[in-house]
Nanobody, 124 residues
Framework: QVQLVESGGGLVQAGGSLRLSCAAS????????MGWFRQAPGKEREFVAA????????YYADSVKGRFTISRDNAKNTVYLQMNSLKSEDTAVYYC?????????????????WGQGTQVTVSS
């Protein structure tokens, strides 16, 4: 069982930056691939970024490539999402997810555990 708690969301102006954190409970965090997803009002949840168990492989949605960076610190049981050059269309609730696999995935159905989400609002 893994519990995930996101933090770092908030209100930021367009062009600004935020760093989201996701703290995981449990002793086997390093055995999980991790992902970030987001859901805007009236839209379906969509993939943002993912990282393999060791951090050696990362994968991004085209909409955030070059602006967002996913990373993890297995010693701290934490995964991060650095978001730069934010746009109004990045406004959403951001969710952290854990997958019982060493390989990352962009499919939400592949993930086994989810956090409660943190709101990111980008004002234009």
């Amino acid at each position: 069982q893994v519990q995930l708690v996101e933090s770092g969301g908030g209100l930021v102006q367009a062009g600004g930056s935020l760093r989201l954190s996701c703290a995981a409970s449990g002793r086997t965090f390093s055995a999980y691939a991790m992902g970030w997803f987001r859901q805007a009002p009236g839209k379906e949840r969509e993939f943002v970024a993912a990282i393999s168990w060791g951090g050696g492989s990362t994968y991004y949605a085209d909409s955030v490539k070059g602006r967002f960076t996913i990373s993890r610190d297995n010693a701290k049981n934490t995964v991060y999402l650095q978001m730069n050059s934010l746009k109004s269309e990045d406004t959403a609730v951001y969710y952290c997810a854990a997958r019982r696999s060493r390989a990352s995935s962009s499919w939400s159905a592949d993930y086994d555990y989810w956090g409660q989400g943190t709101q990111v609002t980008v004002s234009s």
